[in-house]
């Protein structure tokens, strides 16, 4: 039990398919992450929500669409994908900006085909 | 601009013996440093920070990791190396004041002979 839980853990879907991953953290921070995990490449920061607004967007296509409802939940709202952009996607979460240490989920493995 | 190196992508060490994994970073201030592990098909878990003060640092698992400021270094390390420290290793810095950036190194994948 890490703290953060992530659904679905693997993940299929065409090119033309929407799909949601989810993400909920238990720890009671407030600020969640969404990266990105690539083969041979170092971890992508896509967002980061601070109490629920977004505060990092780090020139993410729009095919992809988060949603923070709350500061327990994290969602990303996956449409017209690409092939490339099958990995592995981790959430987290951290308690304090700049001096706390990021608690990760154990990811979403996405795979477009 | 901050950044993280990890030089080694592989390194193989038998059971039982000392481990070093190097992480070097580029950073304007003091930086808050991190290492994580993540076995396969999982997410990353911490196992040690640095923020301040003592330079040496302890973690779970049996590791520590030193920082050294003058060869912007924070490496890490193992006296004996168990086959379940199998796994990808990644050195990370905090972000600078006012942003959320961490910024992860390449990551080091250790793999350990019986």
């Known amino acids: 039990e890490t703290g953060v839980t992530q659904t679905p853990r693997h993940l299929v879907m065409g090119m033309t398919n929407k799909k949601s991953l989810k993400c909920e953290q238990h720890l009671g921070h407030n600020a969640m992450y969404w990266y990105k995990q690539s083969a041979k490449k170092p971890l992508e920061l896509m967002f980061v929500?601070?109490?629920?607004?977004?505060?990092e967007n780090n020139s993410v296509p729009s095919r992809f669409s988060p949603e923070c409802p709350n500061s327990s939940h994290l969602f990303l709202h996956l449409h017209t994908l690409q092939p490339e952009d099958s990995a592995l996607y981790l959430c987290?979460?951290?308690?304090?900006?700049?001096?706390?240490?990021?608690?990760f989920g154990e990811g979403s493995r996405l795979t477009v085909l | 601009a901050q950044s993280v190196t990890q030089p080694d992508i592989h390194i193989t060490v038998s059971e039982g013996a000392s481990l070093e994994l190097r992480c070097n970073y580029s950073y304007g201030a003091t930086p808050y440093l991190f290492w994580y592990v993540q076995s396969p098909g999982q997410g990353l878990q911490l196992l040690l920070k640095?923020?301040?003060?003592?330079?040496l640092v302890q973690g779970i698992k049996g590791f520590e990791a030193e920082f050294k400021r003058s060869q912007s270094s924070f490496n890490l390390r193992k006296p004996s190396v168990h086959w379940s420290d199998a796994a990808e290793y990644f050195c990370a810095v905090g972000p600078t004041s006012g942003t959320y950036k961490y910024i992860f190194g390449t990551g080091t994948r250790l793999k350990v002979l019986a």
């Open positions: 640095y923020f301040s003060g003592d330079t």
């Open positions: 929500y601070n109490f629920k607004e977004q505060t």
């Open positions: 987290a979460s951290s308690q304090q900006r700049d001096t706390g240490e990021l608690f």
